[in-house]
């Protein structure tokens, strides 16, 4: 009797505008997947060069992508970096050929879920990015479940989608830990916080447990 084909570890893809966005959004899901066994790549679209506009923009870019690193390492993911302009998403990806670039890499590590941004959230470069992943998964070969997480919208009114609720109760000090990474953001950190503690109590007690993290499915 043969033995039955090992089965495929899950792969997970989360788009992020900002080198932040993947922790506010998703972070607790990210290290609960990863605890998991599942493996969890992130797409960090912009340098985050005007955070700091009293400083020089490539300084700032290496150290938002340093926090980054520092940041993936607590969630224990693995990120890209496609070094676009904060403000020119879709012109940049375009003008770069990033199309391409990611189209490969989605085509080769084949992931069953996508995580991107919600298009109620208020920045510009959010929306560019759902509007991105959109147009990407429309090209591929393999249909992945896609779903949408919030950064500064504290309640979503998405209701006519179905969503996940993932239990992050034992990872939530993880995402904040890991937004702790980021100490260029220290000024914007106490209103994240208090705006991710209600949503995640919020979300765990449609768990029935303490902490947890939802997000709608939108294809």
């Not at 966005?21 to 972070?27: L, N, S, T």
């Not at 700032?60 to 607590?74: P, Y």
């Not at 393999?142 to 239990?167: C, Q």
């Amino acid at each position: 009797m043969k033995k039955s084909a090992k089965k495929r570890k899950e792969k997970i893809f989360v788009f992020s505008a900002h080198s932040d966005d993947f922790v506010i959004g998703a972070g607790g899901t990210i290290a609960q997947y990863v605890q998991e066994g599942k493996k969890v790549y992130t797409i960090i679209f912009t340098k985050g060069e005007k955070s700091h506009p009293w400083m020089k923009g490539g300084y700032v870019a290496k150290m938002r992508q340093k926090e980054t690193w520092a940041a993936a390492k607590i969630l224990n993911c693995k990120p890209t970096f496609l070094d676009l302009q904060e403000g020119r998403i879709t012109e940049n990806y375009h003008s770069q050929n990033k199309e391409e670039q990611l189209l490969k890499l989605l085509e080769r590590i084949k992931p069953q879920k996508i995580f991107t941004h919600s298009a109620e959230d208020p920045h510009p470069d959010h929306k560019s990015v759902k509007q991105i992943t959109l147009e990407l998964v429309e090209k591929l070969s393999f249909k992945p479940e896609v779903y949408i997480y919030s950064v500064w919208n504290p309640v979503s009114l998405r209701t006519s989608y179905p969503a996940l609720y993932v239990k992050i109760t034992n990872t939530f000090s993880l995402k904040l830990k890991a937004l702790k990474s980021f100490h260029s953001q220290y000024v914007h950190v106490s209103y994240p916080f208090f705006l991710l503690l209600f949503r995640a109590l919020k979300d765990g007690w449609k768990l029935r447990t303490l902490f947890g993290e939802m997000f709608y499915r939108i294809k």
